[in-house]
């Protein structure tokens, strides 16, 4: 699945903010290489999507989101697929903004800059808090955002990320 996922990718290069296009998309492929019928492809995406929303939260989360949604508007941005409501999420955030819905995600500046001008702010004012040192971390601070890493696991390099934008104004969570 690997393997034709990226050749899908490869492939339609135009599809890169759309991962359930992409998920099904590679699912057809697979069953077509197989020898089955590829209209199966989406019954079963939405097999998978359903179980995609089962999101087994961290223990600490619901606490968290409880918080700081209390003191400061939350606004969800996703590469993914996930969706707030069906997950059990979405009282926590006053918004969201999907790739597939804009066009382009992560770490494109455009995309974090609609979401600063949903929430009417300019992106100095902004924390963008994620989990992916590249797509987050280095995409919010490229289009002028703060940045904190949430690294539940030691990184790769723990040396890497730090020196790579010579973060002193930055904010990196590890726990």
Known sequence: MRRIRNAVADAHPDQAHDLSWQRQTSIAWALREAGDDEALAAPAFEVFFDERQRVVLYPDTLAALQALSARWPLFALTNGNADLERIGLAQFFIGGLSAKAFGQGKPEPAFFHAA?????????????????????IEGAC????????????????????????GLRDRIWLSW
């Open 142 to 165: 490229g289009a002028g955002l703060a940045a904190a890493w949430v690294c539940r696991r030691a990184p790769p390099n723990p040396r890497a990320p730090q020196p790579s934008l």
């Open 116 to 136: 600063c001008e949903h929430l009417q702010l300019t992106p100095h004012q902004v924390l963008h808090v994620g989990d992916d040192w590249a797509l987050d």
